[in-house]
């Protein structure tokens, strides 16, 4: 089986310049939206789906560094030489991996809410409702909802995740994702990127209330990313992005479209 898979990917805008949008884990292009929205009327940007998600190709092979060459692969499908790169979560670490391993590629980092450390198994109550759904007795959509509504008590995350249901055939429901291969392989992602260094500029969104970047990784993210930015969005937790796209897109841009000696926000 090849190593890379080819990702799906939207377009939109026609600036000079590039960036590419990665999401987070169970997600898909489609939610960066409202950041793409912001961008287009400067840059060329390109939303992917990460592999074994959203309209990419599966694999069996699924970890940071694997993810991060597919990233690479349809830069290159796109003829982007270089590209600015937002991540979110997992595409964050993806993001961060990129601009390790191929620094020449990444004009800019942007990563939303991660850091480069590994994490603790903090999905397995998710992963093991989802793997427990009986998808031939699903009715419809609101009848997976209440199903998950036990294990899953937050309304938005449990809409969140069933924008992977689809419909497999008139009358049967699917995983888009690669569910079992994201369940099976999920301490692959767990890990942190490479640990080498950045020296691109680099801008870290932190919201307040989430805990995956908490102040002790602020030393050693700024000895990896020594060009390193830092920014706290007040009141937002880890879907910072969608609870508060002004204040998110408006950092965004600024970062994008500012040289190091204009930006406001202050190293870390």
């Given at each position: 089986?090849?190593?890379?898979?080819?990702?799906?990917?939207?377009?939109?805008?026609?600036?000079?310049?590039?960036?590419?949008?990665?999401?987070?884990?169970?997600?898909?292009?489609?939610?960066?939206?409202?950041?793409?929205?912001?961008?287009?009327?400067?840059?060329?940007?390109?939303?992917m789906d990460l592999r074994n998600h959203g309209k990419s190709a599966h694999s069996d092979q699924m970890?940071?560094?694997?993810?991060?060459?597919?990233?690479?692969?349809?830069?290159?499908?796109?003829?982007i030489p270089r590209a600015h790169l937002l991540g979110h979560s997992l595409g964050g670490k993806?993001?961060?991996?990129?601009?390790?391993?191929?620094?020449?590629?990444?004009?800019?980092?942007?990563?939303?809410?991660?850091?480069?450390?590994?994490?603790?198994?903090?999905?397995?109550?998710?992963i093991t409702a989802l793997l427990g759904l009986d998808l031939r007795s699903l009715k419809n959509r609101e009848h997976s909802d209440q199903l998950l509504m036990k294990d899953v008590p937050e309304l938005g995350?449990?809409?969140?995740?069933?924008?992977?249901?689809?419909?497999?055939?008139?009358?049967?429901?699917?995983?888009?994702?690669?569910?079992a291969v994201i369940a099976e392989l999920y301490d692959n992602l767990r890990d942190a990127p490479s640990p080498e260094p950045f020296?691109?500029?680099?801008?870290?969104?932190?919201?307040?209330?989430?805990?995956?970047?908490?102040d002790e990784n602020r030393a050693p993210m700024m000895r990896q990313f020594p060009n390193m930015y830092f920014e706290t969005i007040p009141k937002a937790g880890h879907w910072l992005h969608a609870e508060y796209p002004a204040i998110f897109n408006s950092l965004v841009e600024e970062f994008l479209r500012a040289d190091e000696a204009a930006y406001e926000g202050g190293v870390a």
């Open positions: 089986m090849p190593r890379v898979v080819r990702l799906h990917t939207e377009v939109s805008g026609s600036g000079a310049v590039s960036v590419v949008l990665l999401h987070g884990l169970f997600g898909s292009a489609s939610n960066l939206m409202a950041v793409a929205r912001c961008l287009e009327n400067y840059f060329t940007v390109i939303r970890d940071i560094p694997v993810m991060a060459e597919d990233v690479v692969a349809a830069m290159d499908a796109l003829d993806v993001a961060m991996q990129v601009a390790i391993t191929q620094p020449k590629r990444v004009l800019r980092l942007i990563v939303a809410d991660i850091a480069p450390v590994r994490y603790g198994r903090g999905h397995d109550a998710i995350i449990r809409q969140f995740l069933l924008k992977n249901l689809m419909r497999d055939g008139k009358d049967d429901w699917a995983w888009r994702m690669n569910l020296n691109g500029p680099s801008l870290f969104i932190r919201g307040e209330k989430s805990g995956y970047i908490r």
